[in-house]
């Protein structure tokens, strides 16, 4: 299994088998805290080997550099099927809507598959009077 594409961004489709991905970042500016970011979403895109074919449990956790999550984390069933016998690619892409930042800092998005950490990305949620 490898995750070939895991990214915070404005908006993303899956559309004749692409993952078209508009906006990816790894930091959000806000004048005053807390505050809630009216939307992003997260792609992501994970090739399977033919023998990783099965059922696979998949989560997207948001947390603090606490561990502690920002939001609860809703755990995913993904039937992987290789049907050419090589190899399967699945193509997910979460949308979030006002998620809640209480304070400055480094923030981190895992992906979890199977009860692994398999990608993580650092999001830094800065005070925009900060320079950009």
């Not at 961004?9 to 009216?38: M, R, W």
């Not at 099965?54 to 039937?79: F, N, V, Y």
């Not at 809640?100 to 398999?118: I, N, S």
């Amino acid at each position: 299994m490898d995750v070939e594409i895991f990214t915070l961004c404005d908006a993303a489709t899956v559309s004749g088998g692409k993952l078209n991905i508009l906006g990816s970042f790894d930091k959000l500016y806000s004048e005053t805290f807390p505050f809630q970011h009216p939307d992003l979403a997260v792609a992501v895109k994970i090739r399977f080997d033919a023998l990783e074919s099965g059922l696979h449990l998949m989560e997207i956790r948001l947390i603090d550099l606490d561990g502690k999550p920002i939001i609860p984390s809703d755990p995913m069933h993904l039937q992987v099927t290789a049907p050419d016998s090589q190899y399967a690619v699945h193509m997910l892409i979460n949308r979030y809507h006002g998620l809640p930042f209480h304070h400055p800092g480094e923030y981190h998005l895992d992906l979890v598959l199977d009860g692994e950490m398999k990608s993580r990305i650092p999001l830094m949620v800065i005070p925009a009077r900060e320079e950009r």
